[in-house]
């Protein structure tokens, strides 16, 4: 387990005697904080986290990094003077006075995860990143002791403060890596030292921060670029931008998708609608019917990779085929019934065109009425227009009725109207309390309904209200 001894040698290069506190966990929030933590007071836009110190000590961390001097209540070490250790006492509670706490976890983490004796896989992509992410680790937590970011813990606080909870005796840990700003992924790499790099596709969100999707494709290519010659990238030969990063790549490359052009590839998917997909795979000369439990079609792209990462790290069929169907995965994606017995297809974590196409293609797969209740995709940038208008073609061409929901709603709607949706089958909210209204007081048990929109819309909402006295 990680020590303050050991943050000290990754702050300083020097290793004290009397340091040999262990740090149960590693976290920015107070709350989170349980005895023996390491809490990394981060300055943030709305919350500081050095107006919590105080928190994480009454909740038991053990040591706190701060990059502030007024926190005079608390016994402080400032590491960045030489001659620190003159200091003596390295009991805790106590404070470590650094530069910045944000690169000071970085290189603790950075430090960290040079000591652990693992593999590390990681995983970046525009849609399908952390339900890859999850079942990859499922697959591989069959015969290795597997560890993964939780969550959306998976930028360049997050990967960091995942490497600090990793103890000795894991086998491997799979990291789930975010994108926003070119060098964003290669540093995550750098701190991490990933052997198998995974990518799912690229697509127009965060295109408002990175640019353009060939800005994207080349964010994403940081992963390929930082593995190692005996390391492995999986790369999705459907989507042409992942299919060029094999000339970035030293190390060796393996290519699934639905082309029999692929290494890895599938043909023949039928979905079962809620009870998943079943489909026949290829590779070398075997070929294989697998039945997964993921939703809709378009997860078999999601299976295969995870697949890929399995076969490369050595695992047989069995161990794979068990890994699939063990079922302690939880994808983003929920069905469930609201009051009045309705299936709602509950897919609010997150949006953008391409998720949203797949999420309506699974719509059109299901029973019933079909009804899409849309929300605004947020970071498009210069693909805003197109990517809602794309979105409003389909849901015409899928659901009965659509609601949309938020300003950009109004993109979709007019794409759907223009593709020949009648006006009566289409209803714009700019405010979540009639919309939930109308799904109240006019759904029936026959309605299948996706809910989808961007995180920021907090489309959660509408599940939640109407799955109350279910």
């Not at 937590?141 to 005796?169: A, H, M, Q, W």
Request: proline share 3%; charged share 20%; net charge negative.
């Amino acid at each position: 387990m990680l020590t303050l001894a050991d943050i000290l040698e990754a702050l300083t290069d020097r290793r004290p005697e009397g340091a040999g506190t262990v740090i149960t966990d590693s976290v920015i929030d107070s709350r989170h904080v349980i005895p023996g933590s390491l809490f990394v007071a981060i300055p943030g836009e709305r919350v500081d986290g050095h107006d919590f110190v105080s928190d994480a000590f009454q909740n038991g961390a053990s040591v706190a990094m701060i990059q502030k001097d007024q926190l005079a209540n608390f016994r402080t070490l400032d590491i960045r003077k030489s001659a620190f250790i003159s200091a003596g006492d390295l009991s805790t509670p106590i404070c470590l006075r650094v530069e910045n706490t944000v690169l000071a976890l970085q290189q603790v983490a950075r430090f960290w995860r040079r000591k652990l004796n693992l593999r590390v896989i990681g995983i970046t992509g525009s849609v399908g990143k952390s339900t890859t992410k999850e079942l990859v680790a499922e697959i591989l937590s069959v015969r290795y002791r597997t560890i993964k970011n939780l969550g959306n813990l998976n930028n360049e606080i997050g990967l960091p403060l995942t490497l600090l909870r990793i103890g000795n005796g894991y086998e491997r840990v799979v990291l789930e890596m975010g994108f926003y700003v070119p060098g964003e992924i290669e540093l995550l790499c750098e701190i991490s030292l990933p052997h198998i790099g995974v990518i799912t596709n690229i697509g127009m969100v965060h295109a408002e921060r990175a640019g353009s999707m060939e800005a994207i494709a080349r964010g994403k290519a940081e992963l390929i670029q930082s593995l190692p010659p005996e390391g492995t990238a999986i790369l999705n030969f459907d989507d042409p931008f992942v299919r060029k990063m094999k000339e970035n790549s030293r190390a060796q490359v393996l290519f699934y998708g639905l082309s029999s052009e692929a290494d890895l590839w599938a043909d023949q998917i039928e979905s079962l609608g809620l009870d998943g997909i079943r489909f026949q795979l290829h590779y070398e000369k075997e070929t294989l019917h697998i039945h997964a439990p993921l939703i809709g079609r378009h997860s078999v792209h999601t299976v295969i990779r995870s697949i890929a990462v399995g076969l490369v790290d050595g695992l047989t069929w069995q161990e794979i085929i068990q890994g699939i169907k063990q079922g302690h995965t939880q994808f983003r994606l929920a069905a469930v019934r609201s009051r009045n017995g309705s299936l709602i297809l509950d897919d609010t974590y997150n949006a953008s065109p391409e998720s949203m196409l797949a999420a309506l293609n699974l719509l059109d797969e299901l029973e019933g009425r079909k009804i899409a209740v849309l929300g605004d995709m947020l970071e498009l940038g210069p693909y805003e227009d197109q990517g809602h208008e794309l979105v409003g073609v389909r849901a015409a061409q899928v659901s009965r009725l659509l609601l949309t929901f938020g300003p950009r709603g109004h993109l979709i709607a007019k794409a759907a109207a223009k593709a020949g949706m009648q006006g009566s089958q289409i209803m714009e909210y700019e405010e979540p309390e009639p919309l939930i209204r109308w799904l109240q007081d006019n759904l029936t048990q026959t309605d299948t309904v996706l809910i989808k929109g961007s995180h920021g819309l907090q489309m959660d909402r509408i599940t939640a209200a109407l799955e109350i006295e279910s």
